[in-house]
């Protein structure tokens, strides 16, 4: 049985840093692809980053790049994201994700992943 749970969400100020993480369970992370989604109420949910389980590459949405970083621990079979410089418009439910990509899929789609955790929330006040 696969399990993906999502820990270190919560409450912090614009400007503060946060991690993610994201235990794996059931799967081969190695042969998976990874990655951060997240979902403000009432907006879809959107790629923040991605990793194969493997190691790199890595890839960000724009609105992150050079704030978040995804880093992954084959040893521990976690997924991480570190956020810094968080703004108000980085509060999400943030999701991890984990699936076996076809070779034309991109991965920034959440479509395209089987598994996925039930989500940690992340809120930035001004």
């Known amino acids: 049985q696969v399990q993906l749970v999502e820990s270190g969400g919560g409450s912090v100020q614009s400007g503060d840093s946060l991690r993610l993480s994201c235990d794996a369970s059931?799967?081969?992370?190695?042969?998976?692809?990874l990655a951060w989604f997240r979902q403000a109420p009432e907006r879809e949910r959107e790629f923040v980053a991605r990793?194969?389980?493997?190691?790199?590459?890595?890839w960000y949405a724009d609105s992150v790049k050079d704030r978040f970083t995804i880093s992954v621990d084959i040893d521990k079979r976690s997924v991480d994201l570190r956020m810094t410089s968080l703004k108000s418009d980085d509060t999400a439910v943030y999701y991890c994700a984990a699936g076996l990509l076809r070779g034309w899929e991109t991965g920034i789609f959440p479509r395209e992943y089987k598994y996925w955790g039930q989500g940690t929330q992340v809120t930035v006040s001004v």
């Open positions: 990793i194969r389980g493997s190691g790199d590459p890595t």
């Open positions: 059931g799967l081969n992370i190695n042969y998976f692809m």
